[in-house]
């Protein structure tokens, strides 16, 4: 957005200031509700591209984890002297035990407040506030 300047006429009425600060307070709502929708628009892309790079790595990590389960299943089952169903169970154990923490992670993590858009509808509130608070001092003067 650009600055713009203010022309000011020293013989303007009270009627041609108030049109002229309804004006300016459509303009800045308006520009308030702009700013809302881009940051929304740029919230969404951040998602989908999250999300795409999130699946991706949820499928390769589906493989690995697969890879390391056979992998501890025998390395366990040949230590305990070839008893693979003890290797089953300690892998399997281990491996719920980090899922649940990770699990954990993950909820605590989308628990937070995404700051941004907080902050513009806090402003957007203050706007409608100063906007609601400025018609009713211009209808009633006195």
């Known amino acids: 957005m650009t600055a713009r300047s203010i022309a000011t006429d020293p013989d303007a009425g009270i009627p041609d200031l108030v049109h002229r600060l309804t004006g300016d307070s459509r303009r800045l709502v308006s520009d308030e509700i702009r700013l809302a929708k881009m940051e929304a628009k740029d919230g969404l892309k951040r998602v989908t591209k999250g999300t795409l790079w999130m699946s991706l790595a949820f499928g390769a990590g589906v493989v690995m984890v697969m890879s390391l389960t056979v992998f501890l299943v025998t390395l366990i089952g040949r230590t305990a002297d070839g008893h693979m169903w ?47 608070s400025s018609a009713r001092r211009q209808v009633h003067p006195f």
């Open 86 to 132: 003890v290797g089953a169970l300690v892998t399997g154990a281990l491996e719920l035990a980090l899922g649940a923490f990770l699990v954990s992670k993950g909820l605590t993590s989308l628990a937070e407040p995404a700051y941004s858009l907080e902050a513009s509808r806090a402003s957007l509130a203050d706007t409608k506030h100063w906007a609601t």
